[in-house]
């Protein structure tokens, strides 16, 4: 019997899996990638395509951190778009079609050639136990990898089951065996398990669509990259079609909705509400006879078309028949039908900030197993998983991420302190400092922290401080330079003409007001680049509704301080209602912070806490 050793192990060579290998690789952790195929590394299961609204952000944020999904879909992207362009930088999401064949082959790439990262084909059927501590794996072949810890990121593949109507049958994903033996395992641990389902779309043949009659769209003249490190495109870009479905196509998917795997009660899984089928959108906007359907090409080189919108799990003859019905599809061939995909989930309230399973020392979740759906937070699990793996391992100290710095503090504590009734995506809207939280700012934010942590290679370091040192010049530059502004500029934009003494930093946030404007009045601007004058100006835009802000995330990060001990005794806490000491005695709050964000909390209920916690201190 084969027997190899590793600081860690990560199982599953998706998202997840992918960017929690490299970042405990990258934190120094000798480490094995183990994945059912090699060839299913980097395999966009759904989509092919990044970001996005929310998402986007957690991109920009794995880059920050020196992560691979930035630059993998950088080098894959066929066609970029900035989301929300024409609102302010704090909503705004870059997202970017990707050739998926590219994607998957850099993510190899990626993944083979970092040192102390290696790549092991295998399914993992069992774990090695040290106690009730999970000390490696155990692969089908019955070889054994020992580790300090495991990452498991096994996605749709926990006991997945595939639906196409009525038919129903055991799978990971289409072509992909599900991981039945391990779904069994994880039983024995008694985690709270559930049951969720998502769906996609078929494939069709991009050689049988009318594309003539079709509208197009382009991407951007002036793309916007995943990571602050991409200086240009890296392959030719392409444009989408657009069509829609209409009163036949929703007659033909009403007349048979008892068919749907879905409408017909073949599946108890619950699905994401804001990524819904063509039999969800029929029957909950009855009263639309259109939807918008992209048609994405999925590769450079590959005909296939990915119909954004039109997800599915009806039977085949039913998608054939409403897709023919769609304006430029009436000759479509489908190259492989859509499905929807039921799998286990662990309740994230499993776990504590790390992504590490409470009650079960040793072992670390992320992505789709968590109960989350998208590629974008299964990467970024992956990430925050991974490195605390490596940590832990290495007998190192975590590092955590707050609400305060980052989307990744904010899904990994909503997950961890609400978690989950349907498959959890990121949106801007969950987070409450938005305005700090930018995609653009995401290096700002958080690469500083990633050096600490060992995260970031030289390069990137290099990179770093360089522009730091470019932004805080030019900051200085304005901050140092007040003016009582009347009319400000030759092109005659008018700026607090309350004779209020300024500086230029603060006429800058005035919504018309560019540093070209400010030339005249402090020359030296005109020396800066400008990719540090673009990035002054937003963080001029935004500054003076930080204070009050920044003033809110202090008395959070006061509150994230008072931490309450893993073992604190919620039943001795007399005056507090059962059920939320029930609730309490489940997610078992890291801080003061999260016990306030418990669903159902009151401030008496946390004044009893913070009394007792400084009785015990
Ligand atoms: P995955 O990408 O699924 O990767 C899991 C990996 O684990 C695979 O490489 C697999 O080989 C490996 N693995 C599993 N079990 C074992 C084992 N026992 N031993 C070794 N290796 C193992 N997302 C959206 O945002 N919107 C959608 O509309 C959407 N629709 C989807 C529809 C379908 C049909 C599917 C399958 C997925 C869909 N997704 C959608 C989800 C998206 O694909 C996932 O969110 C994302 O891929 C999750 O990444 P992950 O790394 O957690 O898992």
């Known amino acids: 019997m084969k027997h190899s050793n590793f600081d860690v192990v990560v199982v599953g060579g998706g998202h ?33 395509a990044i970001g996005g609204l929310g998402k986007g952000h957690l991109v920009r944020e794995i880059d920050a951190l020196d992560g691979v999904m930035s630059r993998v879909a950088d080098a894959a992207g066929i066609q970029f778009r900035l989301l929300n362009r024409r609102k302010g930088p704090a909503v705004q999401g870059p997202r970017a079609q990707a050739d998926r064949a590219v994607y998957r082959a850099t993510m190899q790439k990626e993944m083979t050639s970092f040192p102390g990262l290696e790549v092991i084909e295998g ?42 109507g009525d038919h129903s049958y055991s799978g990971g994903r289409m072509g992909d065996n599900a991981a039945n033996l391990l779904g069994q395992r994880m039983d024995g ?37 995943f990571s602050f490190q991409t200086k240009g495109l890296e392959i030719r870009q392409v444009s989408c079609g ?14 048979n909705l008892e068919r749907s795997a879905m409408y017909g009660g073949y599946i108890e899984g619950v699905g994401p509400r804001y990524c819904p089928s063509i039999e969800d959108k029929v029957v909950r906007f009855a009263d639309k006879d259109s939807h918008q359907v992209f048609l994405e090409p999925e590769g450079l ?30 000759e479509v061939k489908i190259l492989q039908p859509g499905y929807a995909i039921e799998y286990d ?50 007998g190192a100290d975590p590092v955590t991420f707050s609400r305060t710095d980052s989307y990744i503090g904010v899904m990994v504590d909503d997950l961890i302190t609400r978690g989950v009734s349907e498959p959890y995506r990121m949106f801007t809207s969950r987070a409450e400092y938005r305005l700090s939280l930018r995609a653009d700012n995401a290096d700002q934010r958080l690469t500083g922290k990633g050096i600490e942590a060992g995260l970031v290679g030289e390069v990137r370091k290099a990179a770093f401080g360089d522009k730091m040192e470019r932004l805080t010049r030019g900051k200085s530059l304005l901050e140092d330079t007040k003016v009582t502004p009347k009319v400000l500029n030759s092109n005659g934009i008018k700026v607090g003409e309350d004779g209020k003494q300024r500086s230029l930093y603060q006429v800058l946030a005035f919504a018309d007001v560019e540093i070209q404007h400010l030339v005249d009045i402090a020359p030296e601007l005109a020396e800066l680049d400008a990719e540090t004058q ?36 919620y039943s001795g806490l007399e005056s507090l209602s059962n059920e939320l000491k029930m609730k309490l005695q489940r997610v078992r709050p890291a801080n003061l912070a999260q016990a306030g964000r418990i669903e159902g909390m009151t401030p008496a209920a946390l004044a009893l806490i913070l009394a007792r916690l400084n009785r015990e201190n």
């Open 534 to 569: 673009a990035q002054l100006k937003k963080d001029a835009l935004y500054a003076t509704y930080l204070s009050r802000q920044e003033q809110d995330a202090a008395a959070l990060r006061k509150d994230e301080a008072r931490v309450i001990p893993n073992s604190f005794d």
């Open 189 to 225: 641990f008694g985690l709270p398990l559930g049951r969720l389902k998502t769906g996609t779309p078929p494939r069709l043949d991009g050689k049988t669509i009318d594309w003539n009659i079709l509208d197009s769209q382009p991407g951007d003249e002036d793309p916007v990259f």
């Open 16 to 48: 997840a899996g992918c960017d929690a290998a490299h970042a405990a690789a990258r934190a120094g952790a000798r480490t094995a990638l183990v994945t059912l195929k090699f060839d299913g590394i980097g395999v966009m299961s759904c989509n092919p």
């Open 301 to 330: 080189n590959d005909d296939t078309v990915y119909p954004n919108g039109i997800s599915t799990s009806l039977p085949q003859d039913v998608q054939e028949a409403y897709v023919r019905s769609i304006r430029g599809l009436e």
């Open 345 to 394: 989930y662990v309740d994230p309230r499993a776990l504590d900030s790390r992504l590490g399973l409470r009650d079960v020392p040793g072992l670390f979740l992320a992505g789709q197993i968590n109960g989350t759906t998208g590629y974008e937070e299964a990467a970024a699990q992956g990430l925050v998983a991974g490195l605390n793996a490596a940590k832990e391992a290495l």
């Open 242 to 255: 657009i069509t829609h479905t209409n009163a036949a196509t929703h007659e033909i998917i009403r007349n």
């Open 123 to 164: 399914e993992v059927t069992d774990f090695r136990m040290d106690g009730n501590r999970v000390a490696g794996i155990v692969l089908a072949d019955g070889s054994e990898i020992s580790a300090g810890a495991v990452v498991l990121t096994t996605g749709t593949f926990l006991r997945g089951l595939i639906h196409i």
